[in-house]
Structure formats: C-alpha cells, structure tokens
T-cell receptor, first 112, second 111 residues
C-alpha cells in the first residue's frame, strides 16, 4: 500500500510566522503535489514537483513556496503566515500520468 | 480554464437506497477522470476512467464516463452508513499529472 505521511495532523501558528509542512512518500513516486481544501472551494493545487529540485506553480501559489531536496520528501513553506491561509493542507504523490494520486491524511492549519 | 462541477452538493438517504452522483467537466485535452472518497482523513482512490475504460465496477460502486457529453456518474447501490463521506471527482488534462477537482458531494446515509 502507498503511504503518504504528513508530519502534523493539527497545527496552530501566529500571523507572520514562517511555517513548514512536511510530506513523505514511501513508493518512489516521481510526482508530488500540495493542495489546500476549503469548504465550497474543493481542492486547489498550490505547487507540484515532477522531480528532485524541480517545482511548478499550481493554481494558487501566492504566499507559498516549496522544496524538494529528496525524491521522497516535499515541503510546503508559508513564508509569512496570514489568517487567510487557515485551511486543510493535503499532500499527494503519484507515478505519473494516467496514474492516480495518493493522498496523505492532511494537516489542519490554523493561523491566529 | 479547466472546470469540474459536481452535483448535488449534498445528499441524505437511508440505508439500502441507491444513489447517483454527478460530475460534469470542461477541460482541454482530457486524459482521465478519477473518483475519490473522503471520510475524515485522506481522500482514497475509487476509480479511474479513461478513453479506453469508460465503465468501472467494484462491489456496490460503479462509474461510467460519457466522453461525448462530458460527464461521469458514480452509482452506489444498497447504501450503508459506511458510505457516508464526501465524494470527489477530478479530471486529469494533458498538462501532466495535474488534477482539477470538483467541489465534492457530501453523502450522508442514515440507518
């Protein structure tokens, strides 16, 4: 079974803090993704990566950055957290096109 | 811009009922359509439908894809309380392995 592990289930941070969300997959997947999920808006893609040290912007990259130094690990960084970044963050990975993405359990992030 | 719309937004049924969830899409260069089930945690993969596989079935769940009319349906027969979840539809376009998700359908199955 594919295992995608996100470092925290719940996280509370303050406005202006730098926040790191970590994601690790154990299936040697090439592709990794970060989404946020908000009621009424569904899942929206923030950033994705097809290879180590490679990243591409998704639909809503503003206020975020990512890092992929190793194939199995994909980090999402909130450079200066703001209250409108309070959300559920989901990480996913896949082998590639025509292959399903597999999701982690999510991190519910609150910015106060 | 790619677009995926699911209906209904929410649905309440009783155990044993049959439900049909809808997903319509407008994407450039369609590759595949995926259905996921999300309970309290991670969305879990249910089906993938492509041009070469427009109908899938697994137990009480089945799905079809109509590429001409640009929609898919997910059917659940003899519903159980364990089917209560948010069902997500997503479409992969030719722009790599990126998915565009619909807003989801929240299904509640009452005993």
């Amino acid at each position: 079974d594919v295992k995608v592990t996100q470092s925290s289930r719940y996280l509370v941070k303050r406005t202006g803090e730098k926040v790191f969300l970590e994601c690790v997959q154990d299936m040697d997947h090439e592709n990794m993704f970060w989404y946020r999920q908000d009621p009424g808006l569904g899942l929206r893609l923030i950033y994705f990566s097809y290879d180590v040290k490679m990243k591409e912007k998704g639909d809503i990259p503003e206020g975020y950055s990512v890092s992929r130094e190793k194939k199995e690990r994909f980090s999402l960084i909130l450079e200066s957290a703001s209250t409108n970044q309070t959300s559920m963050y989901l990480c996913a990975s896949s082998f590639g096109s025509y292959q399903p993405q597999h999701f982690g359990d999510g991190t519910r992030l609150s910015i106060l | 811009e790619d677009k995926v719309v699911q209906s209904p937004l929410s649905l309440v049924v009783h155990e044993g009922d049959t439900v049909t969830l809808n997903c319509s899409y407008e994407v450039t260069n369609f590759r595949s359509l995926l259905w996921y089930k999300q309970e309290k945690k991670a969305p879990t993969f249910l089906f993938m439908l492509t041009s070469s596989g427009i109908e899938k079935k697994s137990g009480r769940l089945s799905s079809i894809l109509d590429k001409k009319e640009l929609f898919s349906i997910l059917n659940i027969t003899a519903t159980q309380t364990g089917d209560s979840a948010i069902y997500l539809c997503a479409v992969e376009s030719n722009a790599g392995n990126m998915l565009t998700f619909g807003g989801g359908t929240r299904l509640m199955v009452k005993p």
